[in-house]
């Protein structure tokens, strides 16, 4: 692997969100909080979210760790809000199939996702990337059983 | 001592990652293994793999004086009195559980205090914070000084009659700080606690005198030594080892067994329960002899000199902040960093890129993270078959890591 080949993983999108992170921070009023960390490395993430009408009104991220956990919260985040809870969780189903390098449904929009594909090629970093995703993952699902 | 010479005994070494020739300086997770030891498995295997202590026929007698001839060779190495006090386990994690579970369970009563510090590897504080929960007993911290040490006047505060456990870390795996034993022990001692020391970043990098230390237990694995994984020591002064009940049971640990009560063999065969690590005791001696043959001491002066090496290099690059004691003063042989802006995963993952692996994360030292002030940082650790030339190569890397990070920003 060159220095080219990083550059397949640090994608000027993906740095892009980790300078300038969207929905940083956390909603005051979340309904949902989801605390997750990454136990190998320490990387560390609080989600908060909103969910109302069976939709995520509301995502926002806060944590600490590498260029991908948090580009991925970030555009995670930019991804689910004012999407159906059904549509989050397939986009999350989505998410886990690209990082195993497996073949993904076309038809749903991933808009800059696309730019974590190569992390797939980065076994090591497979787990920063899915932190974030891992976390909407929980909250959703646990907001759904209790509906 | 020739790092160079030292480095073709070590297979492993010789391929290119990425493209680029390997450098390994992930020592203190893991060292590498030399064709000595690895020709010794493979003689085990091939010639008399058996059982031990059973057997009446040949294969069996031979595995069994190789076993034993590595409990020797464990003895002379860390200068114990006696054979009986070197106990086969397999790793420092599972000697330091059991000296909590045998000698913690029976001798910590509510109120009494065990004295770990910050510093320590999670294998050293969880085992005493899941004893203190079951007893009421109260765990307590040495305060860290910035330079990475503890102050023996704080140890004198601290330590106290109501102390029946110390355990400390020799040699820290992050910061590189050598401890003061010796005195902490004798500080323990006189308040009648017992020491525990965690020697799993010491027994590789330099000579460990038992006798000298004065200390109770001693805990170390084989695979930071060029020996296999799997195996480790726990060392125990006999009269304490004597009183001390065992955490498992089975065959090979037994002396008579009835309905209802059975008793145990003599030290150390108590406490090694079920068929023993075998092929990796046999490993560990082979390891043994190699880093003897080569010398500790010489060893360890190679190490303290790359580290300073390393530090004075690598302190030139701008953004860089270095753990630990200062350049100069007494330290082992690593290096663990952070460069501004750029998270130690992606400092690792640039590094691997370029064929040289090293170390991001929490090194299993969470409370130690949280009072340094970071989530992560990165760590270079060094052994005996690293050079200069490695050192240089980790440099330029790190260089062209903060320019490739400042071009994506
Ligand atoms: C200081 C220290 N203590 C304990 C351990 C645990 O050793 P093991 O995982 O071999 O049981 C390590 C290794 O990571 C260490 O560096």
Redesign the pocket.
Known sequence: MSFNNLDQLYRQVIMDHYKNPRNKGQIEEGTLTIDMNNPTCGDRIRLTMNVEDGKVSEAKFDGEGCSISMASASMMTQAIKGKEVDTALKLSNVFSEMMLGNDYPEDLDLGDIEALQGVSQFPARIKCATLAWKAMEKGLSEQKESN | MNAKEIKQYFPILDQEVNGHPLVYLDN??TSQKPVQVIEALDKYYREYNSNVHRGVHTLGNRATDAYEGARDKVRKFINARAREEIVFT?????S?NTIAQSYGRANIEEGDEIVITYM??H??IIPWQQLAKEKGAVLKYLPLQDNGSVLLEDAREMITEKTKIVSI?M???VLGTINPIKDITKIAHENGAVMIV?G??TAPHMKIDVQDLDCDFL?F?G??MCAPTGI?VMYGKKELLENMEPVEFGGEMIDFVGLHESTWKELPWKFEGGTPIIAGAIGLGAAIDFLEEIGLDEIEEHEHRLAGYAMEQMSTIEGISIYGPLAGEKRAGLVTFNLSDVHPHDVATVLDAEGIAIRAGH??AQPLMKRLNCSSTARASFYLYNTEEDVDKLVQALVKTKEYFSDVF
């Open positions: 203190a997770a397999r790793g420092t994690t599972t330091i320590e590897h294998s050293n870390m040699v820290s795996n965690d799993a970043q805990a694995s695979h930071k480790g090194h299993c």
